[in-house]
């Protein structure tokens, strides 16, 4: 069945049913309302939103319209992570054309609905509507564990680099994907699921937020693009150690000597960067559910930006730099 067969409404019911009827006592109205409505006693409230162009930033060619859905939520998901957050409710607008098949629509709200369901946020809303190609936009809501959250905007020269998990994978999967690349079934699977499968740093956000930590930010773009945007809002630079990089060992086996490239500047990662005292990361490190490895240094110079050196300090030049909108690599 089309979407065009079973109209708007039709389809908002059928999703309806998917995402559930939620059982937090603090919402008031769910979705089939002109809006939701909730209560909080929250300190601090977190908003986030992201869209998803078909052909821009997913295919159906290369990803189950499933793991779409997980994707997208994912991705969403990261954001209220990155600020340390705690993420309530979504909403979901979709756009698409209306040969759609409705399978297809109700698979993208089941993979939606089971990575939130993880972290126990409801879609409690949206919009459905015609467009060309599919549209995804996802309005994450959250909220603080008290009044600290973390920004990008709070580094301080002499705190620590660090990163959550092991780099490049989301992007070596993206590129055995879309290359057709063949390798052995575990390392196939361990790419694939990286790509398709991110898994939002929420808990560990949470805990660097326990240990005063105040800067950090996802890495979605590229290691070196989103550190940038953490050195531009903060006035400071930063110093790259790249023999430190925690490159996934599946990526370096795979890959060879362009592994550390898409560490460096493939995103899809979802991992979190983040700086602080090295007292504060040895902490960290033992209490997080995950590897943390210190990569490098926050400078004052700020003119500097993001420097990369190598295990001898001399300086190293990447061949990429992450992605951004509108700009033509």
């Known amino acids: 069945m089309k979407a065009s067969e079973i109209g708007e409404f039709g389809l908002i019911d059928l999703l309806a049913k998917i995402a559930g009827t939620p059982t937090d006592r603090e919402l008031i109205v769910g979705i089939g309302d002109d809006a939701a409505a909730w209560q909080s006693d929250a300190p601090t409230q977190l908003a986030s939103v992201d869209s998803f162009i078909q052909d821009v930033h997913f295919s159906p060619d290369i990803a189950p319209w499933e793991d779409v859905g997980w994707k997208t939520m994912a991705a969403s998901l990261s954001d209220i992570a990155a600020m340390g957050g705690v993420p309530r409710y979504a909403l979901v607008s979709l756009a698409l054309p209306g040969d759609t098949e409705v399978d297809d629509v109700t698979a993208l709200y089941r993979g939606m609905t089971r990575l939130g369901q993880e972290f126990e946020t409801a879609i409690i809303g949206g919009n459905i509507s015609s467009a060309p190609v599919v549209i995804i936009s996802i309005t994450v809501l959250g909220n603080s564990r008290d009044k600290s959250i973390l920004t990008r905007s709070t580094a301080r020269p002499g705190e620590q680099i660090a990163v959550s998990g092991r780099l490049g994978t989301g992007a070596a999967g993206l590129k055995m994907l879309t290359g057709k690349l063949q390798f052995d079934p575990e390392a196939a699977h361990v790419l694939r699921d990286a ?17 005063g930590v105040k800067t950090a930010i996802d890495i979605s773009d590229g290691l070196i693009s989103d550190l940038k945007q953490i050195c531009k809002q903060s006035q400071v630079g930063a110093r790259i150690e790249i023999d430190r990089l925690p490159v996934e060992p599946t990526v370096k086996a795979n890959f060879g000597e362009e592994a550390l490239e898409l560490a460096l500047s493939g995103g899809e990662d979802y991992e979190l960067l983040f700086t602080a005292s090295t007292e504060v990361i040895e902490e960290i490190k033992r209490a997080a559910p995950c590897p943390v490895t210190v990569i490098g240094e926050i400078i004052a110079d700020k003119k500097k930006g993001v420097t990369l050196v190598d295990s001898e300090g001399k300086p190293f030049n990447p061949g990429g730099a992450g992605w951004e909108h509108f700009i033509t690599r």
């Not at 790509?195 to 956000?205: A, D, K, N, T, V």
């Open 195 to 211: 790509f398709l499968h991110p898994y939002p740093r929420i808990s560990e956000g949470q805990l660097l937020v326990s240990y």
